[in-house]
């Protein structure tokens, strides 16, 4: 009577679709590239032009890792919008579930990690001890980025390279069925090493935070003390929040879906539901592309100022230029940004 039934299971499982109403995913993931791309293109155009000397700090050198997972997941999520179109040919389905999809990890991750270095060294900039000055070291940063990468790409590349196994075509392929064996194995491995980098780092953002507030409650018989400290707290909670929305909500159903990925989990509706609420929330992972630039913006001084400069209407009147608008502007009450 158990082996029917187990057959039964598995024919189901075979049968069951899980992603066959991706087409809002779909026309929400073309706006977030479509908003997403020249953000990331302004950003490294003003990077680029930035003076290289200011941006010898640790928290330039995570911003600028934190735009490169930016443009990777832009390489990445073309192949993404084109496989749950559902129509490419089934061979660049297949290379999505291999390659592209697998840089779309790195690249979340890298974020992940990256906006927790950034958070943590907000919160350092404000503490004037020896060791938190070691800890903002620009060598010390690039160090700390030179191994995020290199552990990613150990736990992801292998998703890239190990043996599938062969399926019948058809308009909906789930990349978790090209995979068996140790493919399927490395697959849960895999999962579970990004789950544990995830919760060290919120733990680094969650204690961050949590400290800042005490230096805020500490500070408040000091008001030049208590100015710094809201400051700081401002810049940390709100890197803070932004990292809560996009990647706190994605890890709370991974866990689950992984199970229906590998099997564990075998009802189909069950399947259905915890795929979609990937999907939803992974949506919500990769927003982060659009929000980015005005992370650069809002903690980055020479970021801000090469982008002033390369704006027009905020560039100072060169000496070369008649004097009698500067006087004629020296009779007006000033409010520009640049003045404050």
């Not at 899980?18 to 706006?31: C, G, H, K």
């Not at 399927?184 to 204690?207: D, G, M, P, R």
């Not at 991974?254 to 609420?277: H, M, N, S």
Request: hydrophobic residues 50%; glycine residues 2%; positive net charge.
């Amino acid at each position: 009577m158990m082996t029917p039934s187990s057959n039964y299971s598995s024919a189901e499982a075979a049968r069951c679709i899980v992603n066959d109403q991706m087409r809002p995913f779909t026309i929400l993931y073309i706006l977030i590239f479509i908003i997403g791309l020249p953000g990331s293109l302004l950003s490294v155009w003003t990077f680029i032009r930035s003076p290289r000397a200011k941006l010898h700090q640790s928290s330039s050198v995570y911003l600028l890792n934190l735009l490169a997972a930016d443009l990777l997941l832009l390489l990445a999520l073309p192949f993404k919008i084109l496989k749950d179109v559902g129509t490419a040919p089934w061979s660049f389905m297949v290379f999505h579930c291999q390659a592209s999809a697998v840089t779309v990890y790195i690249s979340l991750y890298a974020s992940i990690a990256f906006l927790a270095f950034i958070i943590t060294d907000r919160y350092l900039q404000d503490c004037h001890t020896l060791r938190s000055l070691r800890l903002q070291e620009v060598g010390f940063a690039r160090l700390l980025s030179v191994v995020v990468w290199l552990l990613l790409l150990l736990i992801m590349v292998p998703n890239m390279v190990l043996p599938i196994q062969e399926v019948q075509e058809h308009q909906y392929l789930s990349c978790s069925s090209l995979k068996k064996g140790i493919s399927l194995h490395w697959h849960a491995l895999t999962v579970f090493l990004n789950t544990a980098l995830f919760l060290n780092a919120s733990a680094a953002v969650f204690i961050s935070s949590g400290l800042a507030v005490k230096r805020l409650l500490r500070s408040r018989k000091d008001p030049k003390l208590q100015m710094d400290a809201r400051r700081a707290l401002r810049s940390v909670a709100a890197v803070a929040l932004a990292y809560i929305l996009s990647f706190v909500p994605y890890h709370v159903v991974r866990t689950p879906y992984t199970l229906a990925q590998t099997k564990v989990i075998t009802d189909c509706e069950t399947k259905r539901q915890l795929f979609l609420g990937k999907e939803s929330t992974l949506l919500l992972s990769v927003l982060h592309l659009c929000f980015d630039p005005l992370l650069f913006f809002y903690l980055s001084s020479p970021f801000r100022q090469t982008l002033r400069g390369m704006l027009p209407c905020s560039r100072e009147p060169t000496g070369g230029e008649s004097d009698e608008p500067a006087a004629q502007e020296m009779m007006q009450p000033t409010t520009r940004e640049d003045d404050v």
